[in-house]
C-alpha cells in the first residue's frame, strides 16, 4: 500500500514544518514530504534527505484564489494526500478553501471558523471566563484614544499585543507610545492590553479528534527562551492543576487537530493564568514523540479518516533543547527555486549523476593525437 504524500507548510528555521516532518519520520513513516515556503532562502529546500520537492506558495495575504490555484498547480505535479499547515495566518483562508481541496484529494483536519475566532486574541479573555479559566486583566482598545485611556486603568508592567502576533512588554508612558505605534503599523486594531503576572512559563500542546474530543495533552515547562520569549527549551511536567485547564479548554473549545496553550504560572498564588491559545503546531512539536505521544503522526492518520484512540499518557521528565546548523548546498538549487518556484530533488540528483557519468574517470583519460617528435618543431 503506498505511503501518503505529506505536504507542509512553515518551514523557516524556527517554524514547526520541519519538527512536524521529523516527528512523523520518528514514526517509520517512509513516504514522500513536499515543503511548502514563501522565500528560497528557507533551508528546508536544501535538504533532500528530508523533502522530496519543494514549492514556493502564494501567501495568504495575497488571496485565496492565488493559494488555491498555487496548490492545485503542486498537487497536479504529484498528489498531495495530506496538507498540513502551521502557521496562523494559513489557517482561516485554507479552512474556506478546504471543501474544494478535499474534493481533489487533499485532506486537512482543521479547527472549524468559530473556534478560530473563540480564540482569538481579543476575545480570549471573555471566552476563559466562560471556560472557568484564569487570565491576566485585559483589555482591548480599537483605537488610539481608547488605548491612551485603558492605559491609565493598567499599572506597569504589561503586555501590549497586536490582534495577530506579537507581545511587547510595556514598562513606561514612553515604552508605551513606542509599541503602540509599533504595533499598530503592523496590525492595526484592535490592540490587546494585558495585566503582567510574573512567575513560570508553560505550554501545553494538545491534540483534539475530529469531533473535539481530547486525545492526548503534554505540557512543557518552559526552560530556555529566545529574544522574542519564545521557548528554545523545556521539559514535561506532570502537573494534575494543568490537567484541569486542558479538559476545561477542550470541554468549552471542541478543538479539532493540534493547538497550544501558553500559561503562566504566578509567583505570589501559584495558580495558572492562561495568556494565549495558538491555533497551530507549536514549533516544540517534536518533545510529544520523546513524551510518547506522536501527534504529527495521529493528526496524518485523522486527516485520512482513520481511528485514533487518545493516548494513555505522556512521559514526564522528557527534554528538549534546540538548535541551529548551518546548510550547505549547490547555487543551482536556489536559482532553479528563484526562476520555476519549485525544486525537484529526485531530478537533482538523477542530473547530478549523468553529469558524473560524463566526466571523464582519472587515469583513463584519452590519450592525445599525434605531435611532434621529439627534438622537431611543430
Not at 527549551?233 to 501558553?262: C, H, K, N, Y
Not at 541551529?324 to 537533482?348: C, F, N, W
Amino acid at each position: 500500500m503506498r505511503e501518503p504524500t505529506i505536504a507542509v507548510t512553515g518551514v523557516s528555521p524556527v517554524q514547526p514544518g520541519l519538527p512536524v516532518m521529523r516527528a512523523i519520520r520518528d514514526a517509520g513513516y517512509a513516504g514522500r514530504f513536499i515543503g511548502l515556503s514563501y522565500t528560497p532562502l528557507d533551508p528546508i529546500h536544501y535538504e533532500p534527505d528530508l523533502v522530496e520537492r519543494c514549492y514556493l506558495i502564494p501567501h495568504p495575504a495575497q488571496g485565496a484564489a492565488h493559494l488555491l490555484d498555487r496548490l492545485l498547480e503542486v498537487h497536479s505535479d504529484g498528489k498531495i494526500d495530506v496538507l498540513i499547515p502551521t502557521l496562523d495566518a494559513e489557517l482561516p483562508v485554507l479552512r474556506k478553501l478546504a471543501p474544494r481541496l478535499e474534493a481533489e484529494g487533499i485532506h486537512m483536519l482543521l479547527p472549524t471558523a468559530q473556534q478560530l475566532e473563540i480564540r482569538g486574541k481579543a476575545k480570549l479573555a471573555a471566552w476563559a471566563a466562560e471556560a472557568g479559566i484564569l487570565t491576566p486583566t485585559t483589555r482591548v482598545a480599537h483605537s488610539a484614544e481608547a488605548a491612551h485611556r485603558l492605559a491609565y486603568d493598567l499599572r506597569y508592567p504589561f503586555f501590549l499585543k497586536g490582534q495577530y502576533y506579537g507581545a511587547a512588554r510595556v514598562s513606561d508612558a514612553a515604552g508605551f507610545h513606542a509599541a503602540l505605534d509599533m504595533t499598530v503599523r503592523s496590525w492595526g486594531y484592535p490592540v490587546i492590553m494585558q495585566e503582567a503576572i510574573f512567575g513560570t512559563e508553560y505550554d501545553v500542546i494538545i491534540l483534539g479528534g475530529r469531533t473535539g474530543e481530547l486525545l492526548g495533552a503534554v505540557p512543557m515547562k518552559k526552560l530556555q527562551l529566545d529574544g522574542s520569549n519564545k521557548a528554545w527549551g523545556g521539559v514535561t511536567v506532570a502537573d494534575p492543576a494543568i490537567g484541569q485547564v486542558v479538559a476545561r479548554a477542550m470541554d468549552s473549545l471542541r478543538w479539532r487537530g493540534i493547538f497550544e496553550l501558553e500559561l503562566m504560572r504566578g509567583t505570589r498564588d501559584g495558580q495558572y493564568y492562561l495568556l494565549e491559545v495558538n491555533p497551530r503546531v507549536p514549533a516544540w512539536v517534536r518533545l510529544t514523540v520523546a513524551a510518547g505521544q506522536n501527534m504529527p503522526w495521529a493528526l496524518v492518520k485523522l486527516a485520512l479518516g482513520e481511528d485514533v484512540p487518545p493516548f494513555p499518557d505522556y512521559v514526564s521528565g522528557a527534554m528538549t533543547l534546540r538548535q541551529t546548523y548551518d546548510v550547505v548546498s549547490p547555487m543551482s538549487i536556489y536559482e532553479a527555486l528563484s526562476l520555476t518556484g519549485k525544486i525537484d530533488h529526485r531530478l537533482q540528483r538523477e542530473g547530478a549523476a549523468i553529469a558524473l557519468e560524463r566526466q571523464p574517470t582519472p587515469g583513463l583519460a584519452p590519450a592525445p593525437g599525434p605531435g611532434p617528435g621529439p627534438g622537431k618543431e611543430s
